[in-house]
């Protein structure tokens, strides 16, 4: 009856509850904050390292400016090219032709089609007997 999501925020604000009450843990709290937020950053900065090994100057620009834009589809694209890195399938720098048509294909598979459908209610007024 009761949904994961709601049990999940019912937890976080009794742990926040019992931080608040419980000086002594709020402060190993906040440094393990700290610690999870340096993780984030090291992890962020080895992401960039990669992009920057993988792709040419244009391309990266061209990756920023659609991240201003569309920061999830960044965010895939980069992930798709960083596990292609791994996986050996990249052995040159992705140029910025290269990169466009990468984009094009994912456009082609993810590209959502709009159907609107008009259902027109008939009222017992409008019907002529």
């Known amino acids: 009856m ?11 604000r009794l742990q926040e509850l019992m931080g608040q009450r419980g000086g002594g843990g709020h402060s190993q709290n906040k440094e ?3 610690a999870q937020e340096e993780q984030k950053r ?5 992401r960039q ?16 400016r659609i991240a201003l834009v569309k920061p999830e589809k960044a965010r895939g694209v980069e992930d798709l090219l960083l596990r292609s890195a791994q996986m050996g399938q990249i ?8 990169l466009i048509v990468l984009l094009e294909q ?3 598979q993810t590209q ?18």
């Open 2 to 12: 009761d949904d994961p999501e709601l049990e999940s925020i019912r937890q976080r």
């Open 32 to 34: 393990q904050q700290q």
């Open 42 to 46: 090291e992890a962020e900065e080895r």
């Open 49 to 64: 390292m990669m992009l920057a090994r993988i792709l040419s100057t244009e391309a990266r620009e061209r990756l920023s």
């Open 91 to 98: 052995a040159e720098k992705v140029s910025e032709d290269r």
């Open 106 to 108: 994912i456009n082609e």
């Open 112 to 129: 959502k089609t709009t159907k609107v459908t008009i259902q027109r209610r008939r009222s017992v007024l409008d019907e002529d007997d």
